[in-house]
Nanobody, 119 residues
């Protein structure tokens, strides 16, 4: 059974930092591109960062470039998202997604972790 479990969210003050983690089980992580999405209240889910299966390539939404860093450790079956200089617009539920590099129809989602930026 494939499982993606996000953690690391919480209440953070503006300007603060945090690191989200996605623990993956039940699949070969090195055969999947990994992404982080977020969904703010009343808004559509938004792609914020993607990392290739090998970790060689990363891409970010324009809105988070320079503040977000995605990384992965295939040996530990984890993917991380480091977020710096948090602001209120970063308040959202953050989701981790795995997508097979060959059979792209195969994708798996976690249940999300809440990040709230407030003073």
């Amino acid at each position: 059974q494939v499982q993606l479990v996000e953690s690391g969210g919480g209440l953070v003050q503006p300007g603060g930092s945090l690191t989200l983690s996605c623990a993956v089980s039940g699949l070969v992580l090195s055969a999947h591109d990994m992404s982080w999405y977020r969904q703010a209240p009343g808004q559509e889910r938004e792609l914020v960062a993607t990392i290739s299966s090998t970790g060689d390539d990363t891409n970010y939404a324009d809105s988070v470039k320079g503040r977000f860093t995605i990384s992965r450790d295939n040996a530990k079956n984890t993917v991380a998202l480091k977020i710096n200089s948090l602001n209120s617009e970063d308040t959202a539920v953050y989701y981790c997604k795995a997508q097979h590099i060959v059979y792209s129809i195969l994708e798996y989602w976690g249940r999300g972790t809440q990040v709230t930026v407030s003073s």
